[in-house]
């Protein structure tokens, strides 16, 4: 029969004199938060001619032609041009396509094309901080088989 009395609270019991580790909250930033990239509009060394290449090179601005064009070349646009060559190719549309791919690319660290991208290609598993269900052993903190409510220790 459950009753106020006979509940389980929600604070960890200190029956025994059981130590518990300090709980961390799940909004706390990390202990060792990466350094965080600062935006630079034309790259780290400014504007320079590669930059200008960059604008006028069409292969640069088609979509997803660009993204290939930069894996098989190893060649990087900074936000800078990427915006100027987009808006002199394709006006106001081209701007606004350019503004969404310098904000998605700076949020996640791919640029919109190299998300379609890798829906079509096949991308090496990287190790993250996901884990299956599986994986997880839940351990309840309180026995209900003895008449006593002793944490697990």
Sequence with gaps: MLSVENQTSWMPSRI????????????????????KKEFSLFGEDGFTFADLIDVVNPLQHIPLISTFYREASGDQIAPGPRVLGSTLFFGP?????????????????????????????????????????ADIAYTPAFTQDSGQQDPII
């Design 93 to 133: 549309i081209g701007f606004a396509g350019a503004m969404a791919n310098v904000m998605v690319e700076e949020s996640t660290g791919k640029d919109i094309g190299e998300h379609m991208a890798s829906w079509i290609t096949s991308e090496p598993a990287t190790a993250t901080a996901d884990a299956s269900a």
């Design 16 to 35: 025994g004199g059981a130590q518990f580790a300090a709980q961390e909250l799940a909004l706390d930033a990390p202990k060792e938060a990466p350094p």
